[in-house]
């Protein structure tokens, strides 16, 4: 099991930048791609963005794609999501996920950390 804390929420004005955290901890060697997914009041979760652990590829969400960037610093166990020009849309939980190698789903997920994108 991998366990994941976010950091680095908090309240922005639209326009604004933010850069979110995500530390792993535990079984990291069993890790294959970490990811970023969100959920605003009253809507379904929604996928961000995602990054391999291994190879660094990374896969952006269209509705976020060009403001939004996902990296990750293997030596630190941590992947980052670089939010600008944030909209008041992009108001959400943001929530650190992992996959582990061999399994198709995000199985690890973090506790979340609250994005609020003031008009």
């Known amino acids: 099991q991998v366990q994941l804390v976010e950091s680095g929420g908090g309240l922005v004005q639209a326009g604004g930048s933010l850069r979110l955290s995500c530390v792993a901890s535990?079984?990291?060697?069993?890790?294959?791609?970490m990811a970023w997914f969100r959920q605003a009041p009253g809507k379904e979760r929604e996928f961000v963005a995602t990054i391999t652990w291994s190879g660094g590829r990374p896969y952006v969400a269209d509705s976020v794609r060009g403001r939004f960037t996902i990296s990750r610093d293997n030596a630190k166990n941590t992947v980052y999501l670089q939010m600008n020009s944030l909209k008041p849309e992009d108001t959400a939980v943001y929530y650190c996920?992992?996959?582990?190698?061999?399994?198709?789903?995000?199985?690890?997920w973090g506790q979340g950390t609250q994005v609020t994108v003031s008009s």
């Open positions: 996920a992992a996959r582990s190698t061999g399994v198709f789903v995000y199985d690890s």
């Open positions: 535990g079984r990291t060697s069993s890790m294959y791609a």
